[in-house]
């Protein structure tokens, strides 16, 4: 009986293994095709004029998305001067201050909600808090429901990198008699900073292809902006309208234009998966 049961076990662990790793490879399978195309028709799409020139009427050539481009840069560079340096005083509460308090507690709990909150309701709640009384679109609208979508992500991966600092470094700052503030900028800070950064990083890798809250709040524009308070144009916009179309031209573009994010996101990653996010850092200097 024993030796049928443990070559029951063994049976149902191989096989459980097997299953695993076909659902693996076929997801990594999917994703490479799907990378595979975008990359294949979008990198064959690009051309000076695609980083230089405006939009063109269908049919007529040299047309770009520089103005998207442009547009994209200044909402995304926007929401993050907005929600980074909030999200990392909210994760610097919960790491250093707050911790197991109730006031911890319930900005944790509304962290999560918030990330889990699907992109559009934010981009709804944004047109209703500012589109509908100021009865324009505009690229400041556009920037704060980003910044919306960042800030949790900022706030927890802010929170996660702090809480990997040894206590033993806070610790030994607070006993040759330096303040809390300076035990945590000095000390958790420095042990931190990769994996801070690293944080910035996922967050505006987690707006860079959001489409939904922009449709609510900068829309689109086809000319250059002179400025974030009209309707501004954006890659991610530019990619839903271009692709919807019957028009060759405007869809190679609208392919060109996902090679761009996708390049930009992995970019991003790769710098994240070469960070020691999930390792503790050493060789860190008490400096106070």
Same mark, same amino acid.
């Given at each position: 009986m024993r030796t049928r049961s443990h070559r029951l076990r063994v049976l149902v662990?191989?096989?459980?293994?097997?299953?695993?790793?076909?659902?693996s490879l076929s997801s990594i399978f999917v994703?490479?095709?799907?990378l595979y195309g975008i990359a294949s028709r979008g990198a064959a799409a690009l051309s000076w004029s695609f980083f230089t020139k405006l939009p063109t009427p269908p049919g007529v050539a040299g047309g770009g998305v520089a103005n998207a481009i442009v547009g994209t840069l200044l909402i995304t560079a926007l929401a993050s001067v907005v929600?980074?340096?909030?999200?990392?005083g909210a994760g610097i509460y919960l790491a250093e201050f707050g911790r197991d308090?109730?006031?911890?507690?319930a900005v944790r709990f509304f962290a999560n909600l918030l990330m889990g909150t699907p992109s559009i309701i934010i981009g709804v709640f944004v047109y209703t808090?500012? @589109? *509908?009384?100021?009865?324009?679109?505009s690229g400041y609208a556009g920037a704060l429901a980003l910044a919306i979508v960042m800030l949790p992500v900022m706030a927890r991966t802010a929170e996660d990198m702090l809480n990997l600092v040894p206590n033993e470094l806070r610790e030994s700052a607070l006993a040759l008699g330096a303040p809390k503030w300076r035990v945590t900028l000095n000390i958790a800070f420095r042990a931190a900073r990769t994996g801070l950064l690293t944080g910035a990083l996922l967050a505006v890798a987690r707006v860079s292809g959001e489409t939904a809250p922009l449709l609510f709040t900068a829309l689109n524009s086809p000319f250059w902006m002179h400025s974030l308070g009209g309707p501004t144009a954006n890659l991610?916009?530019?990619?839903?309208?271009?692709?919807?179309?019957?028009?060759?031209?405007?869809?190679?573009?609208?392919?060109?234009?996902?090679?761009? @994010? *996708?390049?930009g996101v992995l970019s991003a990653l790769s710098y994240i998966l070469r960070s020691p996010i999930g390792k503790r850092q050493r060789g860190c200097r008490v400096a106070v």
């Amino acid at each position: 009986m024993r030796t049928r049961s443990h070559r029951l076990r063994v049976l149902v662990d191989r096989t459980a293994s097997v299953v695993a790793g076909l659902c693996s490879l076929s997801s990594i399978f999917v994703m490479g095709w799907i990378l595979y195309g975008i990359a294949s028709r979008g990198a064959a799409a690009l051309s000076w004029s695609f980083f230089t020139k405006l939009p063109t009427p269908p049919g007529v050539a040299g047309g770009g998305v520089a103005n998207a481009i442009v547009g994209t840069l200044l909402i995304t560079a926007l929401a993050s001067v907005v929600a980074i340096p909030l999200g990392l005083g909210a994760g610097i509460y919960l790491a250093e201050f707050g911790r197991d308090g109730r006031a911890a507690t319930a900005v944790r709990f509304f962290a999560n909600l918030l990330m889990g909150t699907p992109s559009i309701i934010i981009g709804v709640f944004v047109y209703t808090l500012i @589109i *509908v009384p100021t009865r324009t679109f505009s690229g400041y609208a556009g920037a704060l429901a980003l910044a919306i979508v960042m800030l949790p992500v900022m706030a927890r991966t802010a929170e996660d990198m702090l809480n990997l600092v040894p206590n033993e470094l806070r610790e030994s700052a607070l006993a040759l008699g330096a303040p809390k503030w300076r035990v945590t900028l000095n000390i958790a800070f420095r042990a931190a900073r990769t994996g801070l950064l690293t944080g910035a990083l996922l967050a505006v890798a987690r707006v860079s292809g959001e489409t939904a809250p922009l449709l609510f709040t900068a829309l689109n524009s086809p000319f250059w902006m002179h400025s974030l308070g009209g309707p501004t144009a954006n890659l991610t916009v530019t990619i839903f309208n271009y692709s919807m179309s019957p028009y060759g031209d405007w869809q190679r573009t609208a392919w060109a234009a996902s090679f761009l @994010i *996708v390049a930009g996101v992995l970019s991003a990653l790769s710098y994240i998966l070469r960070s020691p996010i999930g390792k503790r850092q050493r060789g860190c200097r008490v400096a106070v």
